[in-house]
């Protein structure tokens, strides 16, 4: 923390089992075999110049500026290209060097402009510092062919079609750097070198960067020694002067960033190279859109209302303490200790989320606590801990690169787990096969320099009849790794699970007119998957987000197992999660019927030891899950809930249901950084915290803990989990931590996955993977390596049972949901970023086929009718949708998808079936009924009005 | 909460037991049940089954009834 560069050693440093031993200017190095002479140099402290080459790319050669003298060699070679040998004798500081180099920078800058002293990278550019290191003095060439003045017919205006970075190719150096860069590092091939020689440029596809394939990912500007791509924050504001090591808040990648400040104005977010989720890699969301965490819709006031009809009156913290707290008393007294709950937040800290439900569970009394992860990711947790015994994913992502054959399914990584879609990309470029199981056509199934090697296109809802399929081929095609079920699994369960999926009722054949996917694909995607080597399967929410989510992950637990496939690098299953923190907020036990670490709350030993710490008697009993408590707020017997950090108005299904229960309510606590949906049904408004202004930890898909570090005030005055504790206090219920690390620090007491878990850990570390204790005090990378958790590996029979949502004569077509690139969920953050140049509103993709026949083409408004309700969207038409699907994404409150969604929800944790909907899409001149009332009420319910009380 | 809505939910988890011997499906209900449903949600349902009312699987009213003679 704090250092302002990290360090570049050139070229990667190899891993290798054997070394090499070298002298370089008469000092003996040891370097693993395969690493460079540039790099092994940098290993003893000595810098060769360089431009062309960056430890995150394979060298390149092409600047000639590293040249080294060997002994016994003649010439002067490259020392990025040459690989480091045993005896070999190396000066890196001679005569004849010297002049070379020296000629090699009078090119360069005899074509650059020399307006250092008012260029956005001055200070931090490699050109400059390599003038600086080789001894320029002067620049023989007088005025000639150029790129550099305006008049010359060579030069090329600035691009500024970005709205986060600025290619300006008069101080190109044409080093091929961010070229490499979107080819190894990102894998989206959008940059090329435009004509050749002295005419040779960089070129986003001959467009400019907005309307090119660019992602926006930010690769190609770290890479670049110059200012030729730049952050348009840096040409801004100038050079940062401080670093804080810290962790992205969008995605469950849990990406790290350094955060380059100036005082506390952050100036730059870069990835960096000691993370170890995404190892100097981020996207257009952690890199560029961080801008809404000081965007002027902040509520940095606590408020309150008597009706959500009120405007909206800024009041002191106390008061709305007071408020909220003395309401929750009076509604328990008045209805009963169940009458109250609340909602923990993925968004927010492990530490703020354990102090939310130790609130209710100590303070309220009961175990109504739930989280968004109901809506995301709950048949994991439930799906894993059944079959392996833990509720987690068993890999951490660098095992990517040792697998042959991975399995894609209801997963659009590219879009929604960019950073980790690079790592896929990379091993896939390398020669892993992929299957995609999907029923639209995703970015992977055919991309740059990758193509799926099966494409399964099922019907939404038929997931487990697919799952079957497959493994009907590996069983009765004798494809099953018999001494890995005999050694780590529980035979009994085996053998039914296996005598089940051998009917004949689960073959290709007889599912192929279910899930639509022909029989000889699936047979093939099976074969390749059970023997084609290390085989990994990464899904998402179109896996979970079924009426048999549970079921599905069961049932690809079953595959993995039958295979053999856990245990290892390169093998797995793993979840690909949503938000940021959606892993650490389930850990923290914000799940009603868990205590943190997935204990369960009948579980006497386990509640037993938080009583002793908490001086409290907990409930033996299940709380209620958000869908309850909306269901009992109806019904009039639950009044007042406490919110942190979500909006579950936006991302809940079924809207109005949603609504209504809210409306029903007493008091309705939010705490969040934007007035949000949710809030317009609120009753006290407080203050919440961005990622930047509060110490903490984030736990990602790979159960890896990250800090999370502060590098700017509260602009409300106090952190969430600050608020929390006031909250408590408020309630009568004391809190004491002077800092989120001590909130760590119970959790490592009372949670034995955590035991080994403090902050000196973290520092020490950087992250670490739970399981972290005795066993594993330095983290668990790969789960159930010698054992599953739970002992025996568990088969469950998954019989496929067809979700009740079905199409009919009146709603036709099936409603599929997903995610793009540049938003994010409900997109309250990346809606107030320069990210909504890339989607600025929700549409409708669908096939044409199904457009034809309504008479809709490209960009008509049309009304897409279900049985909960009905909503109008613009019309995308795609071959991306098979006919009799199409497709949409819930970024945009406006557009309320999920006012179209029904209820149905996962047999086993009521995770809501967002994947399937059927409806009926016909053309429409109007916005719906619910469109227009949002409009209304988006102003009529969020009035602030003039504050009363001027004293803060 | 309304009996017919515990009804779903308890046939939607009766239809992934089912696959299982009978007295393993409904001790399994049971298990599920009694894991995560509330005592209310618990005892509304049991109640209905009891009475024979808001169409509950056979499985999902031999775990709930069953549940009070052991
Ligand atoms: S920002 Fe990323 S995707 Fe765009 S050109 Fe640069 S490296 Fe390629
Ligand atoms: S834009 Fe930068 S990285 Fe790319 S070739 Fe030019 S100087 Fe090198
Ligand atoms: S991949 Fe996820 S964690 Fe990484 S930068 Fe992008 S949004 Fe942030
Ligand atoms: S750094 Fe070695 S040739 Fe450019």
Redesign the pocket.
């Given at each position: 923390m704090g250092l302002m560069k990290e360090l570049d050693t050139g070229t990667p440093i190899r891993v290798a089992a054997q070394t090499v031993t070298l002298t370089i200017d008469g000092q003996s190095v040891s370097v693993p075999a395969g690493t460079s002479v540039m790099a092994a140099a940098m290993t003893m402290g000595t810098k060769i110049p360089k431009?062309?080459a960056t430890d995150m790319l394979e060298p390149f050669g092409s600047c000639r500026l590293c040249l080294v003298e060997i002994e016994g060699r003649r010439g002067t070679p490259a020392s990025c290209t040459t690989p480091s040998e045993d005896g070999m004798v190396v000066h890196t500081h001679t005569p004849k060097l010297a002049k070379l180099r020296k000629g090699v920078m009078e090119l360069y800058i005899s074509d650059h402009p020399l307006d250092c002293l008012t260029c956005a990278s001055n200070g931090d550019c490699e050109?400059q510092d390599m003038a600086g290191a080789v001894g320029l003095r002067e620049v023989r060439y007088g005025e000639g062919e150029n790129h550099v003045a305006p008049a010359s017919d060579r030069f090329l205006p600035k691009d500024t079609s970005n709205p986060y970075f600025t290619?300006d190719?008069s101080?190109?150096?044409?080093?091929?750097?961010?070229?490499r860069?979107c080819e190894e590092v990102q894998g989206t091939f959008a940059?090329t070198?435009e004509g050749r020689g002295f005419d040779s440029?960089?070129s986003p596809g001959g467009t400019d960067f907005f309307g090119s394939e660019c992602v926006s990912c930010g690769a190609?500007v770290q890479?670049?020694?110059?200012a030729?791509?730049v952050e348009n924050t840096v040409i801004e504001k100038g050079q940062p002067e401080r670093a804080v090591v810290t962790t992205c808040a969008y995605c469950g990648v849990g990406c790290s960033f350094r955060a380059e400040m100036q005082g506390d104005t952050l100036v730059r977010m870069v990835p960096s190279k000691g993370g170890k989720a995404n190892e100097g890699h981020s996207c257009v969301k952690g890199r560029f859109a961080w801008g809404y965490a000081t965007h002027k819709d902040r509520i940095t006031r606590p408020m309150v209302r008597d009706r959500i009809t009120d405007p909206w009156r800024e009041v002191s913290w106390q008061e709305a303490l007071g408020r909220a707290a003395s309401e929750f008393r009076r509604i328990q007294a008045q209805y009963g200790k169940d009458a109250i709950g609340g909602i923990t937040s993925s968004r927010c800290t492990n530490e703020e989320t354990y102090l939310v439900q130790k609130l209710i569970r100590a303070g309220f009394g009961n175990n109504n606590v739930d989280t968004c992860a109901r809506v995301c990711h709950s048949p994991t947790g439930y799906g894993l801990k059944t079959t392996f015994g833990t509720s987690a994913g068993t890999q951490d992502f660098k095992s990517v690169a040792k697998a042959d054959v991975v399995l894609v399914i209801g997963a659009n990584p590219t879009d929604g787990h960019p950073v980790f879609a690079s790592r896929l990309k990379k091993r896939l470029r390398q020669g892993a096969k992929l299957i995609v199981a999907d029923p639209r056509r995703i970015d992977l199934v055919k991309g740059p320099h990758v193509r799926a090697e099966h494409h399964l296109q099922l019907v939404p809802g038929t997931n487990v009849a697919l799952m079957n399929a497959i493994a009907h081929v590996i069983v009765t095609e004798g494809l099953v790794d018999e001494r890995y079920v005999r050694e780590r699994c529980d035979l009994g369960d085996f053998e039914s699970w296996a005598r089940f999926v051998a009917e004949d009722r689960h073959s290709p054949e007889a599912t192929e007119a279910v899930t639509g996917v022909p029989a000889a694909e699936v047979r093939a995607a099976a074969r390749l998957y059970a023997t084609g080597g290390n085989g990994a399967i990464y899904y998402g929410l179109g896996v979970t987000e079924h009426s048999q989510g549970s079921t599905m992950v069961m049932a690809m637990a079953n595959l993995a197992m039958a295979t053999g496939n856990i245990g290892r690098e390169g093998v797995g299953v793993n979840p690909l999660r949503g938000q940021n923190n959606v892993q650490g907020s389930c850990d923290m036990g914000s799940f009603p019927h868990e205590l943190p670490g997935y204990r369960h709350v009948s579980d006497d030993a386990t509640r037993e030891s938080f009583e002793a710490l908490w001086g409290v008697t907990l409930s033996s009993d299940p709380g209620m899950r958000i869908p309850n408590m909306l269901d009992e707020a109806v019904a009039g017997t639950f009044k007042g809930i406490y919110i942190q950090g979500e909006d579950i108005v936006q991302s809940d299904p079924d809207t109005q249901h949603v609504v209504a229960g809210l409306e029903a309510m007493e008091c309705v606590v939010i705490q969040d950084i934007f007035l949000n949906e949710t809030a317009k049904y609120a009753h006290v408004f407080l203050p919440g915290s961005s990622f930047l202004e509060k110490d903490g930890t984030f736990t990602n898909a790979e159960r890896r803990i990250n800090r999370v570090r502060k590098v700017m005030a509260p602009l409300g005055g106090m952190a969430d989990w600050e608020v929390t504790i006031a909250f408590a206090e408020a309630l009568g219920v004391p809190m004491h931590y002077g800092h989120p690390s001590e909130i760590m620090d119970e959790i490592a007491a009372l949670t034995p996955s955590f035991a080994g878990v403090s902050y000196a850990l973290l520092e020490e570390k950087g992250s670490v993977q739970w399981p972290c204790n005795a066993a594993a005090p330095e983290g668990t990378p790969i789960m159930h390596v010698d054992r599953f958790v739970r002992g025996k590996g568990k088969f469950m029979i998954t019989e496929f049972v067809a979700t009740e949502e079905r199409t009919g004569p009146r709603f036709p077509l099936i409603l599929t949901t997903g995610r793009i690139l540049s938003q994010y969920n409900v997109g309250a953050q990346t809606r107030r970023t320069a990210n909504s140049r890339w989607h600025e509103e929700d549409v409708l993709e669908i096939h044409p086929f199904d457009a034809e026949q309504r008479g809709i083409v490209e960009g008509d408004l049309v009304s897409v009718a279900s049985r909960s309700g009905d909503i109008a969207l613009h019309a995308v038409i795609s071959e991306r949708m098979q006919p009799g699907v199409v497709y949409t994404t819930f970024h945009h409150a406006k557009s309320g998808a999920n006012v179209i969604t029904t209820e149905f929800s996962d047999w086993a944790t009521n995770c809501p079936e967002y994947k399937v909907t059927a409806v009926q899409v016909r053309r429409t001149n109007r916005p719906s009924d619910w469109q227009l009332r949002f409009e209304q009420e988006d102003e009529a319910l969020r009035r602030i009005g003039p504050a009363l009380d001027a004293a803060e | 909460m309304d009996t017919a809505k515990l009804a779903r939910m308890g046939n939607q988890i009766a239809a992934f037991f089912r696959s299982y011997p009978e007295e393993q499906a409904v001790a399994s209900i049971r298990d599920h049940v009694r894991q995560f449903w509330t005592p209310k949600m618990r005892e509304t349902a049991r109640a209905a089954c009891e009475r024979g009312e808001g169409g509950f699987d056979p499985l999902v009213v031999r775990a709930l009834v069953e549940r009070e003679r052991v």
């Open positions: 431009l062309c050109l290619y190719p101080k190109c150096i044409v080093c091929n750097r961010c070229v860069a940059l070198i440029r960089v190609c890479a670049c020694p110059t030729t791509l | -």
